[in-house]
């Protein structure tokens, strides 16, 4: 379904064939339009070829392959070295998961479907298709979780699938209030590896929607991927958690030790304001900035690290401006520079505090000579 969508929304066909050929696998791509309830999509299949006799050949979709056979494969496979490291990503997630559901070692993982021809080639096709459109950033609304069951090589198992809910720890879902399987382990694997950020449609000029169809479900959905490619507002949105308490019986040198915590468990920022409270105590109000993922490990934090008694917990939409990091070189050694890009197109470059700190040590110069040379070291990086 992910393949069909980026074809649908116009991933050219033959470059994109010509790259897959780089695994040395036998198969062909066999896509049709289809209708999905009301909508019209691209259906993909992966079809292995007969051998003369007439059976499938060794690499038939029946044939289960171990992570380590897999990982010859696509370490030996002609692809471009950021297509082959993101697919190996894709599959060491998979085997990982399989791994803790079934109570083994990684490298003794044996794959059933997910080892077959069909998978790797989705799993290799999504990571091939991505640099070929040239895509920067991947978001994802949250999963859409159906229930029920699914008859596997383990036998009958619950939905979600004991491998798929491995791979969605962290990641936001929803149920999908339809009884059949939504996410495979494949999916949530491809999902978990490429996907940059869960969170609503972001903002964006629109140039192209695709759908990828699976197979015609019952439900008051269509059973299709929807993907939209376009170019960034100069900015993107996502979800933030603002996690809140007043203290006015802590002691103020406590803080630096409860802040180096903090960070340490995913605080993406961390404030602090003098204020006023009840029968007129001088206190403070603590602030934590953090990726909803993240609430519950920072209030156990706030809890065990300061004198709250409890924790306002808000979450809430952010404007994000487009931002990357990269190092310089300079007469001081390298430092790591963060660059923002607004929607005009102009660029913010602040060289990083830390960096710049333990350079002047080192030379014995002072900060603000440290800082503009990274500066300008940065502003030579376009």
């Not at 339809?178 to 382990?185: F, G, L």
């Not at 694997?189 to 019952?218: H, K, S, W, Y």
């Not at 409860?258 to 960070?263: C, D, H, K, T, V």
């Not at 206190?283 to 300061?306: D, H, K, M, N, Y």
Request: positive net charge.
């Amino acid at each position: 379904m992910f393949l069909a969508a980026l074809l649908d929304l116009g991933l050219p066909r033959r470059p994109f064939e010509e790259g897959l050929a780089g695994l040395g696998v036998p198969f062909r791509l066999r896509v049709s339009r289809v209708k999905r309830g009301a909508l019209a999509a691209r259906y993909l299949r992966v079809e292995v070829p007969r051998t003369a006799s007439g059976s499938r050949s060794k690499h038939r979709h029946g044939h289960g392959r171990h992570w380590s056979e897999i990982r010859r494969t696509l370490e030996r496979a002609r692809l471009d070295a950021d297509v082959r490291t993101r697919a190996l990503s894709i599959f060491a997630a998979l085997a990982q998961a399989e791994a803790k559901v079934h109570g083994t070692s990684v490298d003794e993982v044996h794959f059933h479907e997910v080892g077959a021809v069909d998978a790797i080639v989705d799993i290799c096709g999504a990571a091939l298709a991505l640099q070929q459109l040239g895509v920067e950033r991947v978001t994802c609304t949250p999963l859409a979780i159906g229930h029920g069951s699914v008859e596997t090589d383990h036998g009958r198992l619950p939905l979600p699938a004991p491998a798929t809910l491995e791979l969605l720890r962290d990641i936001p879902v929803a149920p999908a209030s339809v009884a059949w399987e939504t996410v495979t382990p494949t999916g949530a694997a491809i999902a978990r590896t490429v996907v940059d950020d869960f969170c609503q449609l972001p903002a964006m000029t629109v140039e192209a929607v695709g759908l990828g169809a699976g197979n015609d479900r019952p439900g008051p959905l269509p059973n299709v991927l929807r993907a939209v490619l376009g170019r960034g507002a100069g900015w993107s949105r996502d979800r933030v958690v603002s996690l809140e308490a007043n203290l006015d019986d802590m002691n103020p040198e406590h803080f630096d030790y409860a802040m180096e915590r903090l960070f340490e468990a995913g605080a993406l920022d961390v404030a602090l304001q003098h204020v006023q409270m009840k029968k007129n105590r001088p206190g403070f109000a603590i602030q934590v900035l953090a990726p909803p993922g993240s609430a519950q490990e920072l209030a156990r934090v706030l809890f065990a690290e300061t004198s709250t008694l409890g924790v306002r917990v808000r979450e809430s939409e952010r404007l994000v401006l487009e931002r990357e990091s990269f190092r310089v070189d300079t007469p001081f050694g390298r430092i790591r520079v963060k660059r923002a890009r607004d929607a005009e197109g102009r660029i913010t470059d602040s060289p990083e505090y830390d960096d710049c700190k333990r350079a002047a040590r080192r030379a014995g110069q002072p900060l603000r000579e440290v800082v503009r040379a990274a500066e300008k070291a940065a502003s030579g990086v376009r």
